[in-house]
């Protein structure tokens, strides 16, 4: 008898060509409005070496048609925020870590290492002693973006000699 391998299931595949907005309104835009009305929600990319995962969740962070899902949450998230009553405040943070060989360490201050996970009172996670940096616009969740980026470890693999070995 033959073996065939074993079968895979998908929900959807998307073609070579599939733009980054197309990707985004047909995976991302809807987990995003219902975080917008108060709901959880996580996007995660997952896969080997070189397939993608850092184009599709990054894209060029500051090119509107190369953008990939975190830019264009980050957009959506502030015209949100512009279209709300003007006598409403908002307060944003930012938090770039990456976890690296089960370590914790901030992208944005790399002097903090080790860092652990804890829930608060309503048992939402969060990474302690993370920096939280305030940000009133895209550029500004961009320029994070930047520097926690050259921060990341970066380790040489047989697939390819930039991979990154962390998640962030």
């Given at each position: 008898s033959k073996h065939w391998g074993k079968p895979y299931y998908f929900d959807r595949v998307?073609?070579?060509?599939?733009?980054?907005?197309?990707?985004?309104?047909?995976?991302a835009l809807k987990i995003v409005k219902d975080?917008?009305?108060?709901?959880?929600?996580?996007?995660?990319?997952y896969g080997q070496t070189s397939s993608g995962k850092t184009h599709t969740m990054e894209g060029n962070l500051h090119d509107p048609?190369?953008?990939?899902?975190?830019?264009?949450?980050?957009?959506?998230?502030?015209?949100?925020?512009?279209?709300?009553?003007e006598n409403l405040e908002f307060h944003i943070k930012v938090?770039?870590?990456?976890i690296y060989l089960d370590k914790i360490r901030?992208?944005?201050?790399?002097?903090k290492m080790n860092?652990?996970?804890?829930?608060?009172?309503?048992?939402?996670?969060?990474?302690?002693?993370?920096?939280?940096?305030?940000?009133c616009s895209p550029e500004e969740v961009m320029d994070a973006i930047d520097e926690g980026k050259n921060n990341r470890?970066?380790?040489?693999?047989n697939m390819n000699e930039h991979s990154s070995r962390s998640h962030s």
């Open positions: 998307f073609q070579s060509n599939t733009t980054q907005v197309q990707f985004y309104n047909a995976v975080v917008l009305e108060g709901y959880n929600g996580t996007i995660f990319a048609e190369m953008m990939g899902i975190i830019p264009r949450i980050v957009q959506d998230i502030f015209s949100y925020i512009y279209s709300m009553d938090s770039y870590f990456e901030d992208l944005l201050d790399v002097s860092l652990s996970v804890h829930e608060d009172k309503n048992r939402v996670p969060y990474v302690k002693g993370c920096t939280e940096r305030f940000v470890h970066v380790a040489v693999t």
